[in-house]
């Protein structure tokens, strides 16, 4: 799959574009002479970003969205269509940092539930609602799904369910990759990796929106982990702590847009250690020890 040939007057999507890498993609998509649309469940944030992006007289709306409902989802197509006319670039970007509280086995099934209807569900939407569009308008177009080092790289055993969730966005954008190609879409997909190194974003805050509904039933022995607490357990664990700023990313994002490539992975020698060793591991039919040095 090439890439798109060009940006401006495309029409982009961008889930959890309320802050972090979200708001940096909008703003990015924005100054390459896209028109953007930035979806985010926290209204209040959203209005913050589009505001400041507008106020810079960019092309940029604003569509509160919660990516597990998919109906949620297909609401802010259809307001994306209505106000751009067709959509080009849709990036299902918004994710929540679950799970970062005691043992595996410790873990309530509203744990799981919570990670998984947002990172994976909210990427199977935002796949349903969108690529039907993308397929029928015939023009060159891509979706980027956001996953983590952290799941397709080298998982941290401390967030199993971020883990989880992320290392299946990897596979999910492979098998979405595969069958564009077989039917000669000219429609792309990337899955991303931030990095690599730490992010200033709003993941370790998702706790505090957490829906009732799938609210923790008995107490826990740790507390959520807030950026904080995951520096110093960096730390703790003898890794440097560093930050990627998200204007980066996103610049690595039009990058593969614009080349069509499927891995938009960190260029850092710290990250082609991690796969290295990943692979040494599963090739040497050997356990996976070097998940001790990254255990926090």
Request: hydrophobic fraction near 40%; charge should be negative.
């Amino acid at each position: 799959m090439t890439g798109m040939d060009r940006l401006d007057g495309r029409g982009a999507v961008v889930t959890g574009g309320g802050s972090g890498i979200g708001a940096a993609l909008g703003e990015r998509f924005a100054r390459e002479g896209m028109r953007v649309v930035l979806a985010d469940v926290r209204a209040d944030a959203l209005e913050v970003t589009v505001d400041r992006l507008r106020s810079d007289g960019l092309e940029v709306s604003g569509v509160q969205t919660d990516v597990a409902r998919l109906e949620s989802v297909e609401a802010l197509r259809d307001r994306a269509i209505e106000r751009y006319g067709a959509v080009h670039v849709v990036c299902n970007n918004a994710g929540i940092g679950a799970g970062a509280q005691g043992r595996l086995w410790e873990h309530e099934p509203n744990d799981w539930r919570w990670a998984l209807d947002v990172n994976l569900w909210g990427v199977i939407n935002g796949i349903n609602a969108f690529v039907p569009h993308l397929l029928a308008h015939g023009e060159p177009g891509h979706v980027v799904n956001t996953s983590s080092g952290n799941g397709g790289i080298s998982p941290l055993p401390s967030t199993p369910q971020y883990a989880v969730t992320k290392a299946a966005v990897v596979v999910l954008t492979e098998c979405l990759y595969a069958q564009l190609a077989e039917v000669g879409a000219p429609v792309g997909a990337s899955v991303l990796f931030p990095g690599p190194h730490m992010l200033r974003t709003g993941l370790f805050e998702s706790w505090r929106h957490r829906p009732e509904e799938l609210a923790n039933t008995k107490a826990r022995s740790t507390e959520p982990v807030t950026l904080d607490a995951y520096e110093d357990m960096m730390r703790v664990a003898g890794r440097e702590v560093r930050y990627t700023p998200v204007e980066e990313v996103a610049g690595r994002v039009v990058d593969a847009l614009r080349s069509g490539a499927f891995w938009i992975l960190p260029p850092s020698d710290d990250a082609d250690d991690q796969i290295r060793a990943r692979a040494a591991s599963m090739l040497a039919r050997a356990n996976p020890d070097y998940l001790r040095t990254v255990a926090g």
